[in-house]
């Protein structure tokens, strides 16, 4: 399959130089999902444009809008077809379905709603500001780290490793080595 997707690189690439005079570093192979609602694709517009006027990195700008398409998706999935329908428990129950993410995504998240809702033309669309309530989680950059294995646990990770390879025989030594 990789090779397949490596061909038919080249050959949009190749076609994009022919049709378009254009050399393309990066092509994604999903067609992107369409808004239901022409409202939701409007708002979203709007964003984007707001965004392009404010001083951020191309990267950040298409991680805020990859954010906010994946929102007004859910938004539309639990029936809501105005931005103006929009409330905290939607936002909430939005986020509660983040929750499997770590602390730092999630912020991210909560930082560009915030940000989405402060944009000038949506706050004029919303009776109430709805950024009010999103304050970000404090991030702990060692939050997955456990500051130690029992030794319950390491005896159970030495059972599991097979000794007759060469590579099991190094786990081995290395687990023993930081047991002590």
Same mark, same amino acid.
């Given at each position: 399959? #990789?090779?397949?997707?490596?061909?038919?690189?080249?050959?949009?690439?190749?076609?994009?130089?022919?049709?378009?005079?254009?050399?393309?570093?990066?092509?994604?192979?999903?067609?992107?999902?369409?808004?239901?609602?022409? !409202?939701?694709?409007?708002?979203?517009? *709007?964003?984007?444009?707001?965004? =392009?006027?404010?001083?951020?990195?191309? @990267? =950040? %700008? !298409?991680?805020?809008?990859?954010?906010?398409?994946?929102?007004?998706?859910?938004?539309?999935?639990?029936? %809501?077809?105005?931005?103006?329908?929009? =409330?905290?428990?939607?936002?909430?129950?939005?986020?509660? =379905?983040? !929750?499997?993410? &770590?602390? *730092?995504?999630? !912020? @991210?998240?909560?930082?560009?709603?915030?940000?989405?809702?402060?944009?000038?033309?949506?706050?004029?669309?919303?009776?109430? #500001?709805? *950024? /009010?309530?999103?304050? /970000?989680?404090?991030?702990?950059?060692?939050?997955?780290?456990? &500051?130690?294995? *029992?030794?319950?646990?390491?005896?159970?990770?030495?059972? /599991?490793?097979?000794?007759?390879?060469?590579?099991?025989?190094?786990?081995?030594?290395?687990?023993?080595? @930081?047991?002590?």
């Amino acid at each position: 399959m #990789d090779r397949e997707k490596y061909y038919a690189r080249i050959l949009l690439c190749l076609y994009d130089l022919f049709t378009k005079d254009l050399w393309i570093t990066h092509r994604t192979y999903e067609l992107v999902r369409q808004f239901q609602t022409k !409202s939701f694709a409007a708002v979203y517009d *709007s964003y984007t444009a707001w965004l =392009s006027r404010k001083t951020l990195k191309q @990267g =950040s %700008i !298409s991680l805020k809008q990859q954010i906010i398409r994946d929102f007004l998706f859910f938004a539309e999935e639990e029936q %809501i077809s105005n931005i103006s329908e929009l =409330s905290q428990a939607t936002i909430l129950k939005y986020l509660e =379905s983040k !929750s499997h993410f &770590s602390t *730092s995504t999630k !912020s @991210g998240i909560i930082i560009t709603l915030r940000d989405f809702f402060k944009c000038p033309e949506i706050a004029g669309m919303l009776e109430k #500001d709805l *950024s /009010v309530n999103l304050k /970000v989680v404090r991030n702990d950059k060692h939050e997955h780290l456990p &500051s130690t294995y *029992s030794v319950d646990e390491i005896k159970r990770i030495l059972a /599991v490793i097979d000794r007759k390879t060469p590579e099991g025989k190094k786990d081995y030594a290395v687990i023993l080595l @930081g047991k002590h």
